[in-house]
């Protein structure tokens, strides 16, 4: 393992003004966004609506990576040059959806084991092979009625600490993304208990299987209220817990924590990470990798007509740079007011 090679990827995937791109929809959840805009999932539709996000002029101002699927690692532009050349040739570094998704953890209702481990060593070295250098696998863990079990986070950390060090093995920088979901009626103090035990078991099982944090990123959820908590926190009190919440539970060796949305709005997603780094004095990079924060107003405008993408290709660009102003802190609703 060359751990100065997967440092230095780690780094360059947090540098300042700069997040990531979530673009690694599986099948099931592709269809389900063109669905929500009456467009047909075909791999052409698919390959079309990635190369108009990846050829946005000028986002590589405020995107360092892009999370790909299976799918979109192996596709080119219409004129043939692969996404990964594309993207490398920009200074975007290619990453890779690693997992094949949730399925429900047999004895615990209404948990799920994220799975992928079988072949993984060579599907990955594939991936590497193919241009990808750091790959993502997200575990899912739902808040509700004597929920998350003990059993469905240690399964879960378990999980995720086999594919980071399988990652690192073969020279990928593993993004630990364990997501405590939004979705339920729980307030924020339960979701910043559920997320601060599940980061600590993650953060002990990867010591176990001897993962250099260093080489590592973290891709979480905020602390939040859940969506159907009649309370909603507001942003400075989510950014406080948060913060906190993380403060007790990342190890400072970890270079970045870079934020999923899962679910909330475009600019609330922003404004939540804009409060967390007005705090300041963390260890870690405060970061984003969001994909429908980054995306929904994009794809609105798309509506999967070609005619329309130098306009959602402007749309693009301004979430991209209001995110990279929210990594200093120096975001702001006028920012909004002027694009509009
Ligand atoms: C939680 O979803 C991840 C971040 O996206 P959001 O910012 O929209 O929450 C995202 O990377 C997700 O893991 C991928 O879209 C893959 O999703 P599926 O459902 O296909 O595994």
Redesign the pocket.
Known sequence: MNTYELESVAQALVPAGKGIL?A???S???KKRFDSINVESTEANRRAYREMLFTTPGTEEFISGV?LFDETLRQTTQEGTPFPELLANKGIISGI?ADT?PNDLAGFPGETVTEGLDGLRERLTEFRDLGAKFG?W?AVINVGDGLPTQCGIDSNAHALARYAALCQEVGLVPIV?P?VLMEGSHTIKRCEEVTETALKRVYSELHVHRVVLEGTLLKPNMVLSGTNCPVQASVEEVAEATVRCFRRSVPAAVPGVVF????QSAKLATEHLNAMNAIGNCPWELSF?????LQGPTLEAWGGNAANASKAQKIFYHRARCNSAARYGKYTQQMEALAA
């Open positions: 979530a690694d929809e599986g099931a959840t592709i999370i959806k998704g993502k997200r993304e997501e999923l949305s899962g679910g990798s969001y994909g429908r924060a």
